[in-house]
């Protein structure tokens, strides 16, 4: 190839790397997650979006001088290591989808998710991490499971036999302690395969059950309760 057919190729060349990094560049931008840009060998951090910048309260191109752990928790299972081991199953094993603990900068905890996978970026491998801010999500599970261990608590002090029953399979989701107690007591067991027919009661908002069981005395038991219908 001729000199100025060979400047030619090389400035088309130019031209489309030009455009192709401002393309990705826009997109890059307008995605809604907070996107990390890793050195698929070492795990540097190499370009973050603006989202990145807010999340993270710090400037994106300081994000750059960051390693992963300053912007962790940074306690186990939250450490450099541990970001190296999810960075190797994800560019080894296949896209890795995980919690984590990150930190701001001004040392705010919370919790994300990361999308973690393997890419190819303008030409070269990279590694990249998708970040979604779950904290939201993380304290109404933590408010549900503490309600819960205040309904077993409230549920297990009480001497009346209490028991949940789930409606579209008919099986019992829980049991309190009394129940048993009050089984050995009067010689009557709930069985797994009691003869359960449900009774709308007249207001609506409760349910009739009609069950059966046995007693020790191996003959049939049938009662009736009265029950609200829980959410």
Known sequence: MNPPLRM???????????????????VFECI???????????????EVNQRAGELYDCRPEDMK????AEISANVPPYTQDEARQW????????????????????GQVFWVEVNMRKAEILGVERLVGAVRDISKRKRVETELRRSEERFRVVLGNTKDPVYCLS?????????????PFFARASGYSLRADADLRLHQSGGGAGVGIQHGGV?????????????????
């Open 32 to 46: 809604n997650d907070a996107v990390f840009i890793h050195d698929i060998d070492t795990g540097t951090i190499l």
């Open 87 to 106: 960075m190797h199953k994800a560019a080894n094993e296949g896209p890795q989808l995980f919690e984590w603990q990150a930190c701001t900068v001004s």
């Open 65 to 68: 001088n960051l390693s992963v």
């Open 215 to 231: 007693h020790c005395g191996g003959h049939p038991i049938y009662g009736f309760t009265d029950s609200s219908r829980g959410l």
């Open 8 to 26: 030619m190729k090389l400035a088309e060349d130019n031209l489309k790397q030009e455009v192709s990094a401002e393309w990705f560049r826009s």
């Open 167 to 179: 409606l579209p399979t008919l099986t019992y989701d829980y049991i309190s302690p009394a129940v």
